[in-house]
């Protein structure tokens, strides 16, 4: 399910707003300063998350939320209290706070992403999310035995279907090697095997297959995250370099070879790595994901690209990403992707 529209009326007492919005892709938003484009991307969020504290501290009379499934999420915020409902057919229900976490899982990128609030501290974002990535791979290499392969509802192959089955798992495992984990394999036996030594060790074959599915299953995702996160940050670094080190740790090095402790990256670096791995790491396929001014100390240069960026996010996690910002540089040559929002 994908948000198709938003329409907002009484928006501080003063703007009406309609706004039709790219399904499964980007959408640009900008608009003049003070026509309260952040508060509405936040208050979708809000709404979404069933925040309903801060959505009865926003002043607006209604928010309507069209999806692509034909289905409307009405909120009215008047001096009785909020009313929430689900429109769909023509029959309305009533929502809890509880139902509209239900709704769809919604990530907000704020402006003020480089620090969090953790147990009422404030805590530096980068540090927290490169601690859980590391942990996370450091789980990752140590769960590295293979399954039992299940014994129901096992898939039956013909010798070609398992030797190209074969070739496919190896294909997969071999990527998520760059990632930085592997199974260990059972000795003696050659992998992708040879069609001899299927029909010579055929059950044998299939039971590893088997777990090797499980293994790819469990932890191909995790390895693609890694691997397009590492690309991604590396191809708009100069002269440096992002990396995995063997205790699964980010690590950077400048092109000499000089190692550079991640606290001494600029601002905009650190911007880079924030926003991609919250999209990649902690987004889940087919959420929608609002980013609140994704430009904050990005050079030119650097936010033409992102723009493609976010769309290849968007192709690859199946996301729905809304943009709100005030950058031509981040539209770049997509305009055909943006929305102004004006006054109705």
Same mark, same amino acid.
């Given at each position: 399910m994908m948000l198709k529209e938003f329409a907002i009326y009484g928006l501080f007492n003063e703007y009406d707003y309609k706004v039709s919005l790219n399904e499964g892709a980007v959408t640009f938003i900008h608009s003049l300063n003070g026509f309260g484009k952040s508060t509405v991307m936040r208050l979708i969020s809000d709404v979404l998350k069933g925040n309903i504290k801060e959505i009865s501290s926003t002043t607006f009379d209604r928010l309507d939320l069209k999806f692509n499934n034909g289905t409307s999420l009405i909120v009215e915020n008047d001096s009785e209290g909020l009313l929430t409902q689900i429109q769909k057919n023509e029959l309305e229900e009533e929502l809890s706070a509880d139902e509209l976490k239900?709704?769809?899982?919604?990530?907000?990128?704020?402006?003020?992403?480089?620090?969090?609030?953790? &147990?009422? $501290? @404030?805590?530096p974002a980068l540090s927290t999310y490169l601690t859980e990535l590391a942990d996370t791979m450091r789980s990752a290499a140590e769960d590295c035995e293979l399954a039992a392969p299940k014994k129901k509802n096992g898939k039956k192959y013909s010798?070609?279907?398992? $030797?190209?089955?074969?070739?496919?798992? /190896?294909?997969?495992l071999d990527f998520i090697k760059q990632a930085g984990f592997e199974p260990n394999m059972p000795s003696g036996y050659r992998f992708p095997p040879s069609r001899f030594e299927i029909m010579e060790y055929? /059950?044998?074959?299939?039971? @590893?297959? =088997?777990?090797?599915?499980?293994?790819?299953?469990?932890?191909?995702?995790?390895?693609?995250?890694?691997?397009?996160?590492?690309?991604?940050? &590396?191809?708009?670094?100069?002269?440096? $370099?992002?990396?995995?080190?063997? /205790?699964?740790? @980010?690590?950077?090095?400048?092109?000499?070879?000089? =190692?550079?402790?991640?606290? /001494?990256?600029?601002?905009?670096?650190?911007?880079?790595?924030?926003?991609?791995?919250?999209?990649?790491?902690?987004?889940?396929?087919?959420?929608?994901?609002?980013?609140?001014?994704?430009?904050?100390? @990005?050079?030119? =240069?650097w936010q033409q690209k992102l723009g493609k960026t976010l769309t290849d996010i968007a192709r690859l996690r199946d996301l729905q990403i809304l943009v709100a910002t005030?950058?031509?540089?981040?539209?770049? &040559?997509?305009?055909?992707? =943006?929305?102004?929002?004006?006054?109705?």
């Open positions: 239900n709704i769809m899982d919604v990530v907000y990128i704020s402006p003020d992403r480089t620090v969090l609030t953790i &147990n009422d $501290e @404030l805590v010798d070609d279907e398992l $030797e190209f089955h074969s070739k496919d798992l /190896k294909a997969k055929r /059950k044998d074959y299939e039971d @590893l297959v =088997a777990s090797l599915d499980d293994y790819v299953d469990r932890f191909y995702f995790l390895a693609e995250s890694v691997v397009v996160f590492m690309d991604i940050i &590396n191809d708009v670094y100069i002269n440096k $370099e992002v990396y995995i080190n063997e /205790k699964n740790i @980010l690590n950077v090095r400048m092109s000499n070879g000089t =190692a550079l402790p991640i606290n /001494k990256l600029s601002s905009g670096e650190k911007q880079m790595i924030i926003m991609t791995y919250l999209l990649l790491f902690r987004t889940k396929p087919g959420s929608i994901v609002i980013i609140d001014e994704p430009e904050i100390s @990005l050079h030119v =240069a005030h950058s031509p540089q981040i539209i770049h &040559n997509d305009w055909d992707m =943006a929305v102004e929002l004006k006054i109705e």
